[in-house]
Structure formats: C-alpha cells, structure tokens
C-alpha cells in the first residue's frame, strides 16, 4: 500500500499559475479589487453599465498613452526631480 501512495505523490504537479478571478461590479469597491487581483492573476471585470465599461476602456487608453508619453520623455534624457530624501540638510 505505501507504494501506491508514493506513486500518486510522484505524479501530481505544483500549481504555478494562479486560476482567472471574474469580479461582478465594477463600482466604487469592485474596480479596485479587480485592480488588486489583476496584479497576480488573470482578471474579468463584469459590469451591467455599458456606459461605465466604455468609460473604463477610454481611461485605460488614455492612461496607458500617457505612460508612454512618460516613457519616451524619460528616454530621452529627462532627469528625476531630487524628493526630500535627496537633499541634503543645511
């Protein structure tokens, strides 16, 4: 019998990726965990409001053109702007 069990062990595989998560409502509390499950797994945001999946879309377009704006600035040689922690005390 424990040659069966140690046989069954050898042939189960480690789980490495995460299973898709779908969120139903995508309002003030379904966005942000959509949000924070996205970030490790597979997402599907479900809304009834077309006008608020539109909306989404559209800020995500525009989000992600700006962050490619952002990009190509900071490729072209653009320098940080130093924060309190990167000046020094008088």
Known sequence: MPEVLEKQED???PVT???AVAVVGLGYV???VAVAFARGRAT???DLSRKRIES???QVAALA???E???SKTDAGAQP???KRDRQAV
């Open 69 to 71: 704006e952002l990009e």
């Open 17 to 19: 990726t995460l299973p």
């Open 65 to 67: 053109e700006r962050l």
């Open 30 to 32: 379904g966005l942000p």
């Open 56 to 58: 989404l879309r559209h």
């Open 81 to 83: 702007v130093p924060g």
């Open 44 to 46: 599907i945001g479900y």
């Open 11 to 13: 042939k189960i595989e």
